[in-house]
C-alpha cells in the first residue's frame, strides 16, 4: 500500500511517514511484522500518571471525506488506525469487525477509524487504496502505510502494536475513553441542502443529492463542501450505470470514443488511479472536436473537485489543460 502525501481536508499537505512505519526485516524470534512476540501488549491496568485522556464516544469511530478532519486532529492525542471497507467485500467487512474487538483490547492507547471506500472516493483516491480491506494508521495527522487484505489476528496486533510505540515516538502518548456522556466530535453544521445530499446518499437517490449539491452552490457559489459533494455524487451516479467489464471493453474496443473513454476515466479515479484518468482525458484532447473538449474539459474539473485542489497532481493535470485550453 502507498499513501498519496497530499490528503483530503484536515491530512492535506502532511508528511508521509511510511519510512518510520514499515516494518524491520523479521528476525526468527520476531513476528511477520518485526515486532518482538505474536501478542499485544496488555492493556495497562490505569493511565499513567501525566497521560492525556481523550474522551471519545466509542474506540470505533466511522469517518467520511466530510468528517476525516475530525480524526486527523484526534491522531495528534491518540494514535489512529483507519480502515477502508466496502459493503460489497463481505472479508472486509468481517475484517472490520476484527479490528473493533482488537483495538478496544488495547485499553485505548489507539482508536479505530471506518471509511466506507464505496462512499468516500476522495479518501480511497488520497490512500491510494488499490483493494478493500486497506489498513493505514495517522499520527498527528500525518498516515502510516500498513497492510492491504487478511491477515492473521496476531499479526495485526504486532502492527498495532509498532504503531502505538511509533506514535511515542513523535509525542502522541494520550488514552481515548469511551463515555456515555462523552460526544464525537463533529464538523460545521450542514445546511438544509447539504444534509438533504447526504440523506439522498445514505438512501441511494444520487439524482436528488445532486439536486440538492446544486442547490446549495446556487444559494453560496464559495461553498467548497458543497461544491466537491457535487462532484463525488455525479461520479457514483455514472458508476452506477453499467458493470466494470462493459465499460473496459467499450472503452478498449473504442480508444478515442470520448463518452467510452469518460466512463473507464471514472473507474479509474474510483479506484485510486488518479494519475491515470488524468492522463487518459488529457490525451484525447487534441484531437478532440469542440463539443467533446468542453465535456472532457468539464470532467477534468470535476475530477479536480473530487481529488483536491491542493493535490500536485491536480496541479500538474490543471497545468496540462490550461497548455491545451491557449
Known sequence: ?????????GLRGAADLSSLGRPAPAAPAQSAFGVPGEQAPAAPAQV???TEVVQVASLVLTATDATVSVVAE???????????WSPRSPESDAMRVRLGTLVEAFGGRLVLATVDGDANPQL???FQAQAVPTVAGLIGGRPVPMFE?????AQIQAVFAQLIELAGQNGVTGIAQATDAAVEPQPEPLTKQQQAAYDAIEAGDFPA????YSEALELNPRDELSRAGLSQVRLLERLSHGTLDEIRRAAAEGPTDVTAQLAVADLDLSGGHIEDAF??????????????RGRLRERLVEYFDVVGAEDPRVRTARRALSDLLF
Open 149 to 153: 487484505g487478511d491477515q492473521p489476528d
Open 124 to 126: 480511497v483516491g488520497a
Open 74 to 84: 484526534l491522531s495528534a492525542k491518540v494514535p489512529v488506525a483507519l480502515l477502508i
Open 48 to 50: 499513567p500518571a501525566g
Open 209 to 212: 443529492a445532486i439536486v440538492a
Open 279 to 292: 492522463a487518459r482525458l488529457l490525451e484525447l484532447f487534441p484531437a478532440a472536436s469542440a463539443e467533446d
Open 1 to 9: 500500500m502507498t499513501v498519496n502525501e497530499s490528503i483530503p481536508a
